[in-house]
T-cell receptor
Framework: KAGVTQTPRYLIKTRGQQVTLSCSPISGHRSVSWYQQTPGQGLQFLFE???????NKGNFPGRFSGRQFSNSRSEMNVSTLELGDSALYLC??????????FGPGTRLTVT | QQQVKQSPQSLIVQKGGISIINCAYENTAFDYFPWYQQFPGKGPALLIAIRPDVSEKKEGRFTISFNKSAKQFSLHIMDSQPGDSATYFC?????????????FGEGTQLTVNP
């Protein structure tokens, strides 16, 4: 089975711009979660989608949003980018709620 | 609020030695505790996980010990190898009420010297 894939792998954006990241889960997995990883804050939960519905949301501002499509693929969007949004954005998929498998991440740099 | 505290921040072990990483949690509702291994430039990889109904789980050289009363759990890596050098994260979740939301520890950078 193919693992979780994320595109693009690297991205450089300018402050004020917006960005969309994509995640394709493992085949058959209906849950997709997004995490932000930074050296200072570690791994922090952004949100989770299950069967196209947001099931859970972390403590991030409304500039961070996401959605899930009927084929379980997910996108996350960050609007009005700030320097502090520079991070590795990780997507994880699972069948239900426990074992989660992470993708390689998208490295976002905001200049 | 940091709900999962991990120690040590870094660990250096000789090849063949035992690596021990500890985590403590606050939320007694947590009932799923996975460990992840992350190499530079890669996403975290699920190593092993435990639920509170057992006190120990072993998979190959990796063992989780769980102490529910102390609200602590630890990862033991037996016969540590240079290839085990990576960052390790403990995590916790409440699948029944919070879905797949994982709360992570701060991470431990493990170096195994040859």
């Amino acid at each position: 089975k193919a693992g979780v894939t994320q595109t693009p792998r690297y991205l450089i954006k300018t402050r004020g711009q917006q960005v969309t990241l994509s995640c394709s889960p493992i085949s058959g997995h209906r849950s997709v979660s997004w995490y932000q990883q930074t050296p200072g804050q570690g791994l922090q939960f952004l949100f989770e989608y299950f069967s196209e519905t947001q099931r859970n949301k972390g403590n991030f501002p409304g500039r961070f949003s996401g959605r899930q499509f009927s084929n379980s693929r997910s996108e996350m969007n960050v609007s009005t980018l700030e320097l502090g949004d520079s991070a590795l954005y990780l997507c994880a998929s699972s069948l239900g709620s426990d074992e989660q498998y992470f993708g390689p991440g998208t490295r976002l740099t905001v200049t | 609020q940091q709900q999962v505290k991990q120690s040590p921040q870094s660990l250096i072990v000789q090849k063949g030695g035992i690596s021990i990483i500890n985590c403590a949690y606050e939320n007694t509702a947590f009932d799923y505790f996975p460990w992840y291994q992350q190499f530079p430039g890669k996403g975290p990889a699920l190593l092993i996980a435990i639920r509170p109904d057992v006190s120990e789980k072993k998979e190959g050289r990796f063992t989780i010990s769980f102490n529910k009363s102390a609200k602590q759990f630890s990862l033991h890596i037996m016969d540590s190898q240079p290839g085990d050098s990576a960052t390790y994260f403990c995590a916790a979740s409440v699948p029944k009420t919070s879905g797949s939301r994982l709360t992570f520890g701060e991470g431990t950078q493990l170096t195994v010297n040859p």
